[in-house]
């Protein structure tokens, strides 16, 4: 880490409210306590939500649908909380204390899920022919949802600080310090998918074969012990002093836009641009260099800037103004992520169903089709460490700039590789089933005479994709927003994951009213997969991702970067 002239970190606090110290806090060191966190917060989350559905139907009777629509909304819940982490982490507490609020109450609820799954008594009755299936409800139901959506608020909590902690501790005022900062995102999508790793294979295999109190068991464990582990950083941590809360700043500049009329806003922001060109304010402290007069993009927000306001407690700040356009630009980015992730949601779909129907024998093995996310995993965990110490050293040399890949290059190479994959998904598909009807088992349940590692190449590009978009997009979110809502906008990663999943569904339902209205056919309905169409849908999602990565491409060339790394 380099020492500027200064001795403390400006709006740094150590963890006992201390100023913090440029040459004692922060640092690699600092971050590596977050990356190991990581592992375990993403291993208890993982454990279950990978599995969960299985414990829905068989343990606690849930219908298929009412099972799958279960998980669905608590993952998509659990995403969506990284929102309100994000907030609190800027607006009231240090993303120090969210981590440890959350992490406790995600104990709790594992708690309450083990303890559930160890009784009998708080489960429904096992049933066979002579007792029918009854599914959970009253007191049992109410125990397994507390600790379900106790479990997502302690995980949203953890997705909405843990990555902006973590990146915090990197001085980005000099060179050495973005280098790291981008280093540690990378090996932050690195750790996240171990964590995975483990989970899925691990973890669930417990579950299957020793019960689901172990599993819940190992994750209560694994969370536990992410607390001191977590703590035993404390000493060197260097946690941002909250500013208020963020969405009280954009609320006040846009509500101020609208109700400031044009002729008396415009008459007082000349008043008050030329005011403060002869005789500027102290700025807020900030690693953003926000100018003294409102720039013209987005410059219907300039009318909040006045010297007579609407009302006393509408009166803002050209940085004020400036800041929320800095949020308000990194939308489109963030909207144009959302279509990946729907991509990505094929993966724990009907990529499952296709090798459940193709052969996974590989030796004497047979490898069960839920273990299929172990692709994607294994390619991250590989593809990572390959990106940081050998493409973007690469990069530099050729570009002659220090990031080498910019954070949108990033992104938009995450965003085609997602087109190629869905290509690949349907020329496998069209394989898949002239296999199937060329071996006249069209019609049949039995495997088919083809391996299903043929499906490895969608998720190998899938997989590349994901980890190119989302330490891009985390490190995009983190570097350019203003330092006052950084773990918010950090936080839209997850909530783009979460939005992707909901559209999957949206996008699968729509299909089949249409396709069923003109076809009387739906291309996605039915027991047997052989007789779906699912090539024409996957070509169809290719065609989706073409047309996201033109809007893409409209939004990332009219960008102009405001952090310094992206300057340089």
């Not at 917060?41 to 606690?60: K, Q, R």
């Not at 193709?358 to 839920?370: E, F, R, Y």
């Not at 087109?419 to 060329?438: C, N, P, Q, S």
């Amino acid at each position: 880490m380099e020492i500027d002239n200064q001795n403390n970190w400006d709006s740094y606090v150590d963890w006992k409210n201390r100023p913090a110290i440029n040459n004692r806090h922060g640092g690699l060191l600092a971050a590596s306590f977050v990356l190991g966190v990581e592992v375990l917060e993403n291993l208890a989350f993982l454990a279950n939500a990978s599995n969960l559905v299985l414990y829905m139907s068989e343990y606690m009777y849930f219908s298929p649908s009412k099972s799958a629509n279960s998980v669905t909304n608590f993952m998509g819940t659990a995403f969506l909380l990284a929102l309100l982490g994000g907030f609190l982490s800027d607006a009231f507490f240090t993303t120090y204390y969210i981590y440890l609020i959350s992490a406790l109450i995600e104990f709790l609820g594992l708690v309450i899920l083990t303890i559930q799954a160890r009784s009998s008594s708080l489960k429904p009755q096992k049933c066979d022919l002579n007792m029918p299936c009854e599914q959970v409800h009253g007191a049992q139901a109410a125990m397994l949802f507390i600790g379900l959506y106790l479990v997502a608020l302690g995980v949203g909590g953890i997705k909405g600080s843990l990555a902006p902690h973590g990146a915090e501790q990197f001085d980005e005022s000099t060179p050495r310090g973005r280098k790291h900062r981008s280093t540690f995102f990378n090996y932050f999508v690195f750790c996240l998918s171990f964590g995975a790793l483990i989970a899925v294979t691990f973890v669930v295999w417990i579950e299957d074969n020793k019960g689901w109190q172990w599993g819940f068991g190992i994750s209560t464990f694994a969370i536990f012990l992410s607390i001191p582990m977590f703590l035993s950083g404390s000493s060197f941590y260097r946690n941002k002093i909250p500013r208020g809360s963020p969405l009280t700043t954009i609320s006040k500049v846009i509500i101020a836009a609208v109700l400031n009329s044009s002729s008396n806003s415009s008459k007082n922001s000349s008043t008050v641009i030329a005011s403060m060109t002869s005789s500027p304010s102290p700025p807020v402290p900030t690693s953003k260099s926000i100018e003294t007069a409102p720039s013209r993009s987005l410059s219907f927000l300039n009318r909040a800037v006045s010297d007579t306001p609407a009302c006393g407690a509408l009166k803002c700040t050209v940085q004020q103004v400036e800041e929320v356009k800095i949020v308000m630009k990194l939308f489109p980015i963030f909207a144009c992520t959302i279509m990946l992730n729907c991509c990505l949601a094929q993966l724990n779909t009907f990529s499952v169903h296709q090798a459940a129907s193709m052969n996974t024998q590989v030796g004497s093995l047979k490898v069960p089709p839920a273990s299929l996310p172990v692709f994607p995993v294994v390619f991250i965990m590989i593809l990572a460490p390959v990106y940081d110490h050998f493409i973007i050293p690469f990069a530099r040399r050729v570009t002659k700039t220090e990031m080498g890949i910019s954070h949108l290059q990033r992104i938009g190479i995450g965003l085609f590789l997602s087109i190629v994959a869905m290509g690949i998904a349907a020329l496998v598909e069209i394989k898949r089933k002239r296999v199937a009807t060329d071996s006249g088992l069209i019609d049949s349940a039995q495997p088919l005479p083809i391996t299903f590692f043929w499906i490895a190449f969608q998720y190998l590009f899938l997989g590349s994709a994901d980890l190119f978009v989302l330490a891009g997009l985390l490190e995009f979110c983190f570097s350019e927003a203003p330092v006052s809502m950084r773990s918010l906008a950090t936080s839209l990663s997850w909530a783009s994951l979460a939005i992707g999943y909901y559209l999957s569904s949206v996008i699968v339902s729509i299909v089949n009213r249409v396709t069923g209205i003109s076809t009387n056919k739906p291309w996605l309905a039915g027991r047997n997969l052989n007789h779906y169409h699912l090539d024409r849908f996957y070509w169809l999602m290719c065609i989706l991702s073409a047309l996201n990565f033109m809007h893409y491409l409209f939004w990332a060339t009219k960008y102009k970067y405001t952090s310094v790394t992206s300057r340089r």
